[in-house]
């Protein structure tokens, strides 16, 4: 489990790898909020590249970066998730939100 921050402009983008489930969504939370914390980007990108397994954990994490985000001001955008990654997060709604 890991994640690596870019800056991009306005951007912060974040570069997560490994298994998101309930043993690491903690992990993941607690690195992705203290660097947007520090940064307070307009925009939060989640690149879900390096993912190989994401349970409902996963969902968890993108809806708490989302309200987060909205507290803020600031947009979310999920990119390059594996497609049964991505099907899930469909499923679950997350379409609605409008972040990918």
Do not use: Q, W
């Not at 983008?13 to 043993?23: F, Q, R, T």
């Not at 954990?57 to 990119?79: P, Q, W």
């Amino acid at each position: 489990m890991s994640v690596v921050f870019e800056k991009k402009d306005d951007a912060l983008v974040a570069l997560l790898s490994g298994e998101i489930d309930h043993h690491t969504a903690t992990e993941f939370r607690e690195s992705i909020d203290c660097e947007f914390e520090m940064l307070r980007p307009a925009l939060l990108v989640l690149d879900f590249g390096g993912i190989g397994f994401m349970d409902s954990s996963g969902i968890g994490l993108i809806m708490g970066r989302y309200r987060k985000a909205a507290e803020c001001g600031c947009r979310i955008r999920v990119v390059n998730a594996p497609p049964m990654i991505e099907r899930m997060m469909k499923l679950a709604g997350l379409g609605r939100l409008d972040v990918f």
